[in-house]
């Protein structure tokens, strides 16, 4: 790998930031931070008279994570119940517990429902008051600092997510989409090893790029971090 690549490798992992488990120690499975923080924040802009600035997802308990059995990726969180950590602003039209419990009840089900992370606790802080709405977040980073447990300005509502909100064990991220991918065609362009379309073009990897992108729900392979397969002993 040349430097102009190894740089930009680099670049692509850093603006990932953090990827969360998804799952067991033995699930194997994990999702980036800024794409949980999108589905989130999304979820935010459905609550009314509130809008999202900071946005933080860690462990809630690092000292009770587990150990993965299989190699985790760079930056990667232990398997482990996760923390979401947020400010927003809100108005005052109601107290600002009953604006702040809406808003957690709307971030802990789009994080067990869509993405199947396993939150056990939602962390606000009110750090502006809205004479009006105007929604929408501060950057298009997705992912705000991290304002984990710190003591500041504004008004903190702290509290454990109901079980109603808590994703199971052996659940499934949710998928927007049903269709399954058509299969790739070994003859796609291809500038080593793999065609254009990430996908192998031969052997074993090949075989398991196809099975991956058979899963409904399965939109492609990014190929970030890494290759898209790797297969290791």
């Known amino acids: 790998m040349t430097a102009d690549r190894w740089t ?6 850093v603006g990932l930031g ?7 120690p033995r699930d194997g499975a994990w999702i980036a931070e800024r794409a949980a923080a999108s589905v989130l924040r999304s979820a935010a802009r459905a609550v009314e008279g509130v809008r999202l600035d ?3 997802i860690g462990l809630a308990a690092p000292e009770e994570a587990g150990e993965p059995v299989v190699p985790a990726p760079a ?4 398997p482990g119940a996760l923390r979401v950590t947020a400010e927003c602003a809100a108005t005052a039209v109601e107290p600002l517990p009953v604006t702040a419990d809406r808003l957690r009840a709307a971030l802990a089900g789009a994080a067990a429902e869509r993405l199947g992370l396993e939150v056990a606790e939602v962390d606000l802080r009110v750090t502006e008051l809205l004479d009006g709405f105007d929604g929408g977040p501060p950057d298009e980073a997705g992912v705000g600092p991290d304002t984990q447990s710190a003591d500041g ?3 903190r509502a702290h509290g454990s997510v109901p079980p109603l909100f808590r994703a199971s064990p052996g659940s499934t991220p949710a998928s927007e989409s049903s269709e399954s991918p058509a299969e790739p065609s070994a003859s796609s362009p291809s500038s080593s090893s ?7 073009v031969q052997g074993d990897e090949r075989r398991v790029a196809l099975a991956v992108l058979a899963v409904a729900g399965v939109a492609r392979l990014t190929g970030t971090p890494g290759r898209p397969v790797r297969l290791t002993v």
Do not use: M
């Open 8 to 13: 930009r490798a680099v670049r692509e992992q």
């Open 18 to 24: 953090r990827f969360l488990p998804l799952g067991g």
């Open 54 to 56: 900071a946005l933080r």
């Open 75 to 78: 930056s990667a969180l232990p």
């Open 153 to 155: 300005p504004g008004t």
């Open 194 to 200: 793999e065609a254009a379309d990430g996908v192998p």
